[in-house]
């Protein structure tokens, strides 16, 4: 356990290093934590746009997955092969996407504890100084201001992601999730207003990744005056240049 908690530990301080260099060439915490989300955002941008390609990709095999299941439904066997067949054929699966996403989150993590670590008063060196209207980014946000963006993000994430045509299936998922971004955004009120604005502001450079990836998605159904339909077939032909990497590889 030592081996890990040192490596960890050598992770987190590397961050906290970037972060005190960003603060020293800007004198601005809020700029220096702005400037590391934007770097970090920039340097996992291929993995996080071909992570949701595959993700958006799987969302459109779902009306053959249907017609798979309706034709194959009292032979589970052929219905296996003939899915897994599917799968192949367009170089994806269920977890294909998801385990990439996934493997993010020891960044994520990690810098939260960075920017936590150094806006705390008991910090050697931290990150002092006001931004805006935070006096303190080692302080909860006192108006609220960063939770509430951080609702409309995570809002405009989750309809964005969905497809425009759903099914009864995807319809209960995205209801279900529904409570998500705002349970997140009342218990973001609690933490460090540093670690909010540092997720505020890679939630919107995930809104960026999300629209080159699939437009305004559903969004375009709730906010009328987007253009609905807006950059269809960019999926289509993202997870075919995907494909097509994937093939290349496997050639080579």
């Given at each position: ?10 992770f987190?301080?590397?961050f ?10 800007t ?5 220096a ?5 934007a ?26 997955l ?6 194959h ?7 296996r ?36 670590n ?5 910090a050697?060196?931290r ?9 303190d980014?080692?302080?909860p ?13 995570q809002?405009a ?33 609690f ?20 629209y ?27 997870v ?13």
């Open positions: 356990m030592s081996i890990v908690s040192n490596f960890w530990n050598d987190v301080a590397l906290e290093y970037l972060l005190l260099v960003l603060f020293d060439l004198r601005s915490s809020g700029l934590i702005i400037l590391l989300a770097i970090v955002r920039l340097v996992t941008l291929p993995i996080t746009y071909r992570s949701m390609v595959k993700m958006r990709g799987m969302q459109e095999l779902q009306p053959k249907k017609e798979l299941q309706r034709l439904d009292l032979d589970r066997g052929t219905l092969r003939e899915t897994l067949k599917l799968y192949r054929e367009h170089r994806t699966s269920p977890l294909s996407g998801c385990l990439t996403m996934l493997l993010q989150f020891p960044l994520i993590f990690a810098i939260y504890q960075a920017v936590t150094l806006t705390l008063a008991s050697t060196r990150l002092s100084g006001s931004f805006l209207w935070l006096s980014l080692g302080q946000d006192p108006f609220w201001i960063l939770p509430i963006l951080l609702i409309i993000i809002f994430l989750q309809f964005m992601a969905q497809p425009l045509k759903q099914d009864s299936f995807q319809k209960m998922i995205a209801y279900l999730s529904l409570p998500v971004p705002l349970v997140f955004g009342i218990v973001s009120r933490f460090p207003s540093g670690a909010v604005l540092y997720w505020a502001i890679d939630g919107l450079f995930f809104v960026l990744v999300q080159l990836v699939s437009g305004w998605g559903a969004l375009s159904q709730y906010l009328r005056f987007l253009p609905l339909g807006h950059r269809q077939g960019s999926v289509s032909a993202a075919t240049a995907v494909t097509s990497i994937n093939i290349t590889q496997d050639d080579g």
